[in-house]
């Protein structure tokens, strides 16, 4: 029992790790095509700044899915249950 309970700490942490991992290298690349486009056009600077700000807060919210899936499994496993004693 005492085994699964490290795998699952271990999941919840790749879940957490990769997926922060995940949306800062989309932030990052957005904001280096943000900067880039802007710099070639930059009479449409706030209309890409807008879109950028909503694509960032959607890249940070699969994030935060990611994140509530860990503690979800974390602290209310539903698999436990079905483990045999």
Do not use: H, Y
Not at 4 to 28: E, F, H, K, M, Y
Not at 30 to 42: T, V
């Amino acid at each position: 029992m005492e085994n699964v309970l490290g795998l699952v700490a271990l999941a919840c942490g790749l879940i957490v790790g990769l997926g922060a991992i995940g949306a800062s290298i989309g932030i990052a690349l957005m904001g280096g095509k943000f900067l880039e486009s802007s710099a070639r056009q930059p009479e449409l600077m706030n209309e890409l700044q807008t879109k950028m700000f909503i694509l960032a807060g959607l890249i940070d919210a699969a994030f935060l899915i990611g994140v509530a899936i860990a503690l979800l499994f974390a602290f209310a496993n539903p698999f436990i249950a079905a483990l045999p004693k």
